[in-house]
């Protein structure tokens, strides 16, 4: 159905995409079955949207649980983005001063995923890509420290971690926009201008970061096969941070909306990243990682193989693969609600999109 601007409320659910025209390009704005909030109201608004097609009633307030709390994620990415226009005003020059806001904002972080009772994060995808620098950043240490939280990681080292997350891109301030959001593939030349950008982060961060750390921004795209950049490292020569932070940050980068393509579904990018076990990325990293991210967030759109669709309205932390289901009768009203995790009569029934 279709829901006015001045009617519409954070939790109702996208029934279609949002595109916008820049005057050339379509660009997807929000995609089928995003759960709205405020942010994304205020973005419609922005660019003049009447309204939107909305999944029924029935399915409004479905209320994902936050990837961490609001205030803390809103505090970071302001951090985040003004620590970046600083570096481009400052030819890239990182101040003690900056180490010092993100090593709160990392301890910050720390506290509120160790607080949570289990690691299973309803991750939402950010759909918007305008800031998706920032919310790559905040992503990427946020994963990282729930990876390094089940791999038995104490304090000092999950600290360490989340400051590689946040701080793993800031070499790419030196590569130009049109590379770096470029539709379509490189150039030779291109590709090298950006294979350089970890080496540009590592001298950023020279001197004011210790070794570790360093290590793991600088490893960010080695792959496991030797495959990767800058140096080609291998297996267990790429550092570990190095190795956690390349299954983030592809994560991240998969389930993002970027101006040249729309974001994969948790799931189908858990699927790309099962499939390169071992080829880009440490097994045993990447099955810890797995659990820790739903493939299926509340508040996906979902086909069924018996031909009914659905919205998931809750995840199984025992198997992220088979979450609780509200069905979508034909007249778009809530039908019933399947957990496909323990009901034997739909055992046999699978996500197909
Ligand atoms: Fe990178």
Redesign the pocket.
């Known amino acids: 159905m279709f829901v006015d601007k001045n009617n519409l409320e954070p939790g109702m659910i996208l029934a279609a995409d949002l595109i916008v025209n820049d005057g050339e390009n379509n660009d997807v704005l929000l995609v089928q079955g995003q759960v709205l909030n405020q942010f994304h109201l205020k973005k419609l608004s922005t660019y003049n949207f009447d309204g939107a097609f909305v999944i029924g009633e029935a399915f409004n307030n479905l209320r994902p649980e936050p990837e961490i709390d609001k205030e803390l994620e809103s505090k970071a990415l302001s951090e985040i983005k003004t620590f970046y226009n600083k570096l481009e005003n400052d030819n890239g020059k990182v101040t003690d001063k900056s180490i010092s806001i993100f090593s709160d904002i990392v301890d910050e972080l720390i506290t509120e995923i160790l607080y949570k009772k289990e690691l299973t994060n309803n991750v939402m995808i950010f759909r918007n890509h305008d800031e998706y620098t920032y919310q790559h950043c905040l992503s990427v240490a946020n994963l990282s420290i729930s990876t390094g939280i089940s791999l038995g990681m104490k304090n000092e080292a999950l600290h360490d971690l989340g400051m590689a997350g946040f701080l793993?891109?800031i070499g790419?301030i030196f590569i130009p926009k049109e590379i770096l959001n470029k539709n379509g593939k490189l150039t030779e030349s291109e590709f090298g201008l950006m294979k350089k950008?970890?080496f540009a982060a590592v001298s950023m961060l020279n001197g004011l970061l210790s070794k570790e750390i360093l290590d793991g921004v600088g490893a960010?795209?080695e792959k496991f096969d030797g495959t990767g950049y800058p140096y080609g490292k291998k297996g267990n020569d790429i550092s570990l941070y190095g190795r956690i932070l390349a299954v983030c940050?592809v994560y991240h980068a998969l389930t993002s909306n970027r101006s040249y393509r729309k974001p994969c579904f948790p799931s189908e990018a858990m699927e790309y990243l099962m499939g390169n076990a071992e080829r880009h990325f440490d097994y045993n990293i990447l099955n810890i990682f797995l659990k820790s991210v739903v493939a299926f967030p509340v508040g996906t759109y979902v086909k069924l193989s018996n031909k009914l669709n659905g919205i998931v309205i809750k995840n199984n932390p025992e198997n992220n693969l088979r979450p609780v289901i509200r069905l979508l009768n034909n007249d778009d009203t809530a039908g019933e609600e399947i957990n496909l995790f323990d009901n034997r009569k739909y055992m046999n029934v699978t996500i197909i999109a």
């Open positions: 793993h891109d790419k950008h970890p960010h795209h940050d």
